[in-house]
């Protein structure tokens, strides 16, 4: 039996023990999911009083009716448990006093978090409580910010944080009195599975359980956030996980306000706030976010790692055990959003207005027409396939791209009306994701979800096609991309570069080059490589000294969440600029050189600039993220700056 089954079954006993002795029924009681609506303990004068209890308890993270598990968790003394633990909310200069019961039998608990902020030097943030013992902990949070408690009965570090202990996590915020309240929410990322960090092997052994919840529930139980059209949207994300996740919002640019890693927060200047559609979390980490909803309709928050959206059966176990090649990939469900998606996802829904905007997107005036034709290559199987999007504007289609594993970038102009059809030649259902575009929910790609009550995106089953309308309001760097099946239909071929210039400034090849990174589809080249814009051995690319170039970045791979870019002459690095992120230009003070090397995870976008000093050949290189592999080389010729 393996170790992390058999530490499951002891809970089990050790709470039948205690029931027994208490002549209780011996049936852990249900643990209650939170919503971080509603602060823990009692203030009184200055001083918080809480009263926590550990226990274990039932916990149904796949809603009340589904399979439940046995899973230590923390809840206030005298009442039920909690997924997350009670939320501890004060204003800064707030003293806390917390009571710490251990009620489980055969485990120590050691806690984390519970210290003052800012954290003195020296001071410890580790406290052990023995089975069936109580501690006091006092501190103080003076330090305005985002953070979080966490315990562990298995005695794993945060970085291996997965078992099924992982859900003893509680966020910590702390208000500024000074600054004006507001109304925000609490989003506590939580994760149990069998392997650390989000690889696919632990010691050799395949990765089976992958759970992933949002505030103790996941996709699609994950309670359903609602705001109004125009209303200003806080939230405070918490990644209580060991894992890294790229967080994307669909439809809209967030300001990332602040972040953290638990211990500290930092809170950005208005000028470096950051204005992106993904934001990459760090295990263990904390950011706050701004938006604001600007058309009404249905929209995602989720990871953009695909195995962390993907379908999976009861407590994040897979759907067809034992074959992996096809356990994220269920082709034939009634309603993708609901049935085809799990894990790290929360759906949000805009009410009113949106009828001028609607109206405006059925409209044909000096609408420009495209076909984007999903088609199968000449040697692509059922088993493994290989797609090609290619994108048909008057004449002849074009003819198939054997050779390439990426869609023909689209080029688009800012202010002009498109309509987009999406043709679907392939064998299996798909839909179209305009990932970075501000567009009408109903065209935003998520089939079965997207749009509104009446009038829901649908998927574009095979043989079948659907047109998307939108005007590009910005000029930026944007994809599209799959998003059915996004672990099997993304490697096979279904994504490509989005690029959307000014009026005044059209598209110039001699002086910008979009650059997309995808995955193969087999796990085990995954490890070793990358595909530059659909080739393990991209063309060669031709610049020229002293002409500034602009490389357009694009990562929509299936596990390079950190991975980087680099470039380099020799093994000498170099300076480029960085232009924009995520489609959105950056401040003038911000574009400043730097070294070449930027990391960039899954669902971003990067612009960068260099400009050539001598002729000779330059390697843009995708490396992982700590620099050590090399995982593709894209050749840069420069030649004479003279035409």
Request: charged share 20%; aromatic share 6%.
């Amino acid at each position: 039996m393996p170790l992390h089954q058999s530490r499951i079954l002891a809970l089990i006993v050790a709470t039948s023990l205690l029931a027994s002795r208490s002549g209780s029924q011996q049936t852990p009681e249900p643990i209650r999911v939170n919503d971080n609506l509603h602060a823990a303990g009692t203030l009184r004068r200055g001083v918080l009083n809480l009263s926590l209890d550990t226990r274990v308890g039932m916990w149904h993270p796949d809603g009340d009716a589904a399979p439940g598990a046995p899973v230590p968790a923390f809840g206030e003394t005298g009442r039920p448990l909690q997924i997350p633990g009670p939320l501890i909310r004060v204003r800064a200069g707030t003293e806390i006093v917390v009571s710490v019961k251990n009620s489980i039998a055969d485990g120590v608990l050691t806690l984390h978090g519970l210290v003052s902020r800012p954290i003195s030097a020296g001071s410890s943030d580790s406290v052990q409580v023995n089975p069936g013992a109580s501690r006091e902990i006092r501190f103080r949070l003076d330090a305005p910010g985002t953070y979080y408690y966490w315990g562990t009965t298995t005695g794993r570090p945060f970085r291996a944080r997965t078992r099924e202990d992982a859900q003893l996590s509680g966020a910590i915020v702390v208000e500024d009195p000074a600054a004006p309240p507001r109304r925000d929410r609490v989003l506590v990322i939580g994760e149990w599975a069998d392997t650390t960090g989000g690889a696919s092997r632990d010691g050799g052994r395949k990765r089976e359980r992958v759970l992933l919840v949002v505030n103790g529930r996941s996709w699609p139980h994950t309670t359903r956030l609602s705001y109004k059209l125009g209303e200003t949207v806080h939230w405070r994300v918490i990644n209580t996980s060991a894992d890294l996740h790229p967080m994307h919002l669909h439809g809209f640019y967030f300001r990332v306000d602040s972040r953290g890693d638990g211990a500290s927060d930092t809170t950005y200047a208005q000028p470096r706030r950051d204005l992106v559609v993904t934001d990459l979390m760090r295990g263990g980490s904390t950011m706050s976010m701004t938006w604001v909803p600007e058309r009404a309709g249905s929209w995602l928050f989720h990871c953009h790692i695909p195995s962390h959206m993907a379908p999976r059966g009861s407590l994040g176990m897979p759907l067809k055990p034992g074959n992996h090649s096809t356990d994220l990939q269920p082709r034939h469900v009634g309603n993708h959003a609901l049935q085809g998606m799990n894990g790290l996802v929360v759906g949000i829904h805009i009410a009113g207005g949106g009828v001028a905007n609607t109206r405006a997107e059925r409209a044909d005036a000096g609408r420009r027409r495209l076909r984007l034709l999903a088609r199968p290559s000449t040697n692509s199987t059922d088993a493994s396939p290989i797609y090609t999007f290619s994108v048909h504007e008057g004449g002849a289609e074009p003819p198939q791209d054997s050779a390439s594993k990426a869609g023909t970038p689209i080029v688009l102009t800012r202010g002009v009306p498109v309509g987009i059809t999406v043709v679907n030649n392939t064998s299996e259902p798909t839909a179209v994701h305009w990932h970075g575009i501000e567009l009408e929910s109903y065209f935003d790609g998520v089939a079965g979800f997207s749009g509104r009550v009446g009038r829901v995106s649908p998927v574009i089953a095979p043989a079948d096609s659907f047109e998307v309308r939108f005007t590009p309001p910005r000029a930026g760097t944007f994809m599209y991309h799959t998003h059915i099946d996004e672990g099997r239909q993304q490697p096979a071929g279904l994504a490509g570069a989005l690029i959307v210039v000014d009026p005044e400034r059209p598209y110039d090849p001699a002086t910008e080059t979009a650059v997309l990174i995808t995955s193969p589809q087999d796990s085990a080249a995954e490890a070793r490589a990358v595909l530059l814009n659909g080739k393990l051995e991209p063309a060669p690319i031709d610049v020229r000294v002293g002409v500034p170039h602009r490389l357009r970045l694009m990562n929509i791979t299936a596990a390079r969440p950190a991975m980087r870019m680099e470039l380099r002459q020799d093994t000498t690095a170099l300076a480029w600029r960085m232009m924009a992120k995520d489609g959105a230009e950056l401040p003038a003070a911000r574009q400043a050189s730097r070294p070449a090397r930027q990391q960039i995870s899954i669902g971003e976008t990067y612009d960068v600039e260099f400009t050539p000093t001598t002729t000779g050949i330059l390697r843009l290189e995708a490396r992982t993220g700590n620099g050590v592999v090399l995982l593709a080389v894209m050749p840069i010729r420069v030649v004479d700056g003279k035409k």
